[in-house]
Each structure stands twice: as C-alpha cells, then as structure tokens.
C-alpha cells in the first residue's frame, strides 16, 4: 500500500518540477525581447542637441589647440642678424597702407655696434623717415668699426636687396683735418664700403646740392653700374667736422616702381648740431 500511495506524488512532484522549469525559462527568453524594446525606445527619444554641441566644442578646441601648437614650432624668430639667412626675408609684410616713421640716430662710437632702437629725439645726431613696412637691423662688428655703419633699415621680403643706412666718419685723413662737401667726401664713403666704391667707379653719377636749416647737403644718384641696382647717397658735414652718408639702394625695377617712397625716405635725411664729435 505505502509503495502505491508513493507512486503519484512523485508524479505530481516531477509535474510541478516542470511547470517550475518552463516558467524560468520564459522569463529568460522574455530578457532579451526587454533589452530590445528599451534599446528601441531609447532610439526613438529625440537627440540632445546640447551634448552634441559640447561635444563638437570640446573637439574643436583640442583641434585648435594642436593647430596653434603645430604653427608655433613651425614659425621661425625674426632675424636680427646682419646678412643672416633670413634677413629682410619675413614675407608677412602689413598688407595695408604703408605708413612713415622717424627713427632717431646715436651716431655711437665705432666700439658699440649689435644694437637696435637708435636714441631718442634731443639726443639725436641725424634722422630719417621709414616706412612702416621695412625692418631694422643691427650692423655687425666690422660694418660698424671699418665701415662706420650705424644704422640699417631693410625692405621686409627684399631679403636685403632692397635698404638703407646711415654712415659716419669722424675726420678725413691722419691730419684730423675736417671733411668738405666734395667729391672727396664721396670718395672716402665710397672706400668704407665695397659694393658702394664699385658702383661710383663704374656707374652713371650725377649730383644735386639742398640746404635745410641752414645744413647743406649734397645727394648723388648712381646707375648704370656692374653692381646691380641703383643708388642714393646724401652727404653732409655736421658743425663738428664729422661727415655723414645716408645710403639707399634697390634693384632696379624696385626703385623705379618705389621711387616716390624711396625719395622721400631720402630727402627726410638731415642733421643735428652737437657739442662735439663724441656728445
């Protein structure tokens, strides 16, 4: 009798086993299809236009940030040595009007060469004109010493083709005797600087004399010589006996195209009086 009464629970039991059985497997197969819908609702809810607009910001400056960086390392410093591989070559020349400026000469002694900025107007010895879009350059030793350079400006993008300086030369001869303004004044500019003395002995030279406030001057044009380009040179002598060159050259197509500029730039070459040579 017990074996016979045992027979149907264990029926009812693996019944209920089953039915326990199916119930967690629904449940299971019913996960995936949950997923599915909340991935699919979580697709038709519109986009958030401001996350999106952050995230387009955040990129768009860490772009910039590489770009700036990129472009630093890149951009070479602008050259202040004389005659040095980039001199006068920045090609990034204001493209608007060009504008004039006076720079103020020291006229400093041959010992003092490799400096910028020149002086200040009451302690000037000579000033002249420059145009916004050319440079300043510091003469090197022997251009300063043997030449008696003492000051450059040079044409942004000429790569110093086209310039214009300033010379300075104390006494003419071993006698101390003051310079005159002659031919001979040219001559001893002429011998302070090479390409200079070339272009005078084989070129077209003619001459001009002005006076300003009671200073006289004499302006020589040069053409047509084995040195290329044309040149302008005034002269004059400073009530110590010291004369003084201002110089410009350009090729010339650039001096023709320029010569109003480069007229004015040298007719606004003048003089100051001084104590002495060295004041």
């Known amino acids: 009798m017990f074996a016979v009464a045992s027979t149907p629970a264990l029926v ?4 209920e086993g089953r039915k326990t059985r199916s119930v967690t497997s629904d449940a299971r197969r019913a996960v995936p299809r949950t997923t599915q819908a909340l991935s699919e609702a979580k697709r038709a809810q519109p986009l958030d236009a401001s996350a999106v ?10 772009h910039a940030g590489i770009a700036a960086a990129v472009a630093a390392v890149a951009a070479p410093p602008p050259a202040l ?3 040095g591989a980039a001199t006068g070559g920045d090609d990034g020349a204001d493209a608007g009007p060009v504008t004039f400026s006076t720079f103020y000469g020291a006229a400093a ?3 003092t060469y490799g400096t910028l900025g020149g002086t200040t107007k009451d302690k000037a010895k000579y000033s002249y004109e420059v145009p916004s879009n050319w440079k300043e350059e510091a003469p090197t030793k022997v251009e300063k010493g043997a030449g008696g ?5 040079v044409l942004v993008g000429s790569r110093g083709a086209t310039k214009c300086y300033c010379l300075t030369l104390n006494r003419a001869g071993e006698d101390g005797a003051a310079f005159d303004l002659t031919d001979k004044a040219l001559n001893a500019i002429a011998g302070a600087d090479a390409k200079l003395q070339e272009a005078i002995t084989t070129g077209k030279v003619t001459s001009a004399k002005s006076s300003a406030d009671g200073q006289d001057y004499t302006t020589y044009s040069v053409t047509q010589s084995t040195v290329p380009g044309e040149f302008a040179i005034k002269i004059t002598i400073d009530n110590t006996g010291r004369l003084f060159a201002f110089v410009l050259t350009a090729p010339e197509r650039t001096y023709e ?3 109003k500029n480069f007229t004015r730039i040298v007719d606004s070459f003048r003089t100051y009086n001084s104590v002495s040579q060295f004041v």
């Open 12 to 15: 009812r039991g693996s019944a």
């Open 53 to 62: 607009t952050r995230g387009r910001s955040r990129r768009d400056v860490l």
């Open 81 to 83: 040595a004389a005659y």
């Open 109 to 111: 002694p041959p010992a």
């Open 149 to 153: 350079q003492d000051s450059r400006w």
């Open 257 to 259: 195209q320029e010569r």
